[in-house]
């Protein structure tokens, strides 16, 4: 089960907040810091299982901070960190199994990082982020695909009007890059990560 999920990116998770330089309209400092929202910070993936099906899962234990600078999008940054016990595929067993040394080793590694190196815009409300993902130890490049969903004053009365960002992001890993290599190719070494997280500008 190939749950080299990244990300957080971080990643991240992660890398999104990068993105947020698009929203030309407020004015605002540069390296303004969003928390994500930990109730709104989904990092999941799917990986085949024997070409069957694919198997689906998630982390949920993720937190991070972006530092977003809207005027200079390439002065952003992301820094997301999952913790790896926090594995959830929906099935007891399967997740003890992941949870061991065949896969994520949870004991010697607990935790999964995303730290972002460099921001490329590719359209209004686009970019590519790539960053440093480390997981079991090992870390290599991984470049997130990000759209930011919006950037607004929070709907939610309750929030008076503190600003929150949403992003969606998709990237695809080799987990045997990273030393998880347990049952490839019948378990698939491509792993499809996707994220959907909100995030908090620091108050």
Same mark, same amino acid.
């Given at each position: 089960?190939?749950?080299? =999920? *990244? #990300?957080?990116?971080?990643?991240? %998770?992660?890398?999104? $907040?990068?993105?947020?330089?698009?929203?030309?309209?407020?004015?605002?400092?540069?390296?303004?810091?969003? @928390?994500?929202?930990?109730?709104?910070?989904?990092?999941? #993936?799917?990986?085949?299982?024997?070409? *069957?099906?694919?198997? *689906?899962?998630?982390?949920?234990?993720? /937190?991070?901070? +972006?530092?977003?600078?809207?005027?200079?999008?390439?002065?952003?940054?992301?820094?997301?960190? =999952?913790?790896?016990?926090?594995?959830?595929?929906?099935?007891?067993?399967?997740? /003890?199994?992941?949870?061991?040394?065949?896969?994520?080793?949870?004991? /010697?590694?607990? !935790? =999964?990082? #995303?730290?972002? !190196?460099?921001?490329?815009?590719?359209?209004?409300?686009?970019?590519?982020?790539?960053?440093?993902? !480390?997981?079991?130890? +090992?870390?290599? &490049?991984?470049?997130?695909?990000?759209?930011?969903? %919006? *950037?607004?004053?929070?709907?939610? &009365?309750?929030?008076? $009007?503190?600003? @929150?960002?949403?992003?969606?992001?998709?990237?695809? =890993?080799?987990?045997?890059? #990273?030393?998880?290599? !347990?049952?490839?190719?019948?378990?698939?070494?491509? @792993?499809?990560?996707?994220? /959907? @997280?909100?995030?908090?500008?620091?108050?």
């Amino acid at each position: 089960m190939s749950t080299s =999920i *990244l #990300f957080r990116s971080s990643a991240l %998770a992660a890398a999104f $907040g990068v993105v947020m330089a698009v929203s030309l309209a407020v004015p605002a400092q540069a390296n303004e810091p969003f @928390v994500l929202d930990e109730t709104h910070a989904d990092v999941g #993936f799917r990986v085949s299982h024997f070409g *069957l099906s694919d198997t *689906l899962g998630r982390f949920n234990d993720v /937190e991070g901070v +972006v530092l977003i600078d809207r005027d200079n999008p390439a002065g952003s940054s992301v820094d997301v960190t =999952i913790a790896t016990a926090s594995l959830d595929t929906n099935h007891g067993k399967r997740d /003890e199994h992941l949870r061991g040394g065949d896969f994520f080793n949870v004991a /010697e590694h607990p !935790t =999964i990082t #995303f730290k972002s !190196t460099s921001v490329e815009l590719t359209g209004t409300d686009t970019a590519k982020v790539t960053g440093d993902f !480390t997981m079991l130890g +090992v870390t290599k &490049p991984v470049v997130l695909d990000v759209k930011l969903n %919006a *950037l607004m004053p929070h709907p939610l &009365p309750q929030m008076n $009007g503190r600003e @929150v960002a949403g992003f969606s992001a998709t990237t695809t =890993i080799k987990r045997s890059e #990273f030393g998880m290599d !347990t049952f490839v190719p019948a378990i698939g070494d491509d @792993v499809e990560v996707t994220l /959907e @997280v909100e995030a908090l500008k620091q108050q």
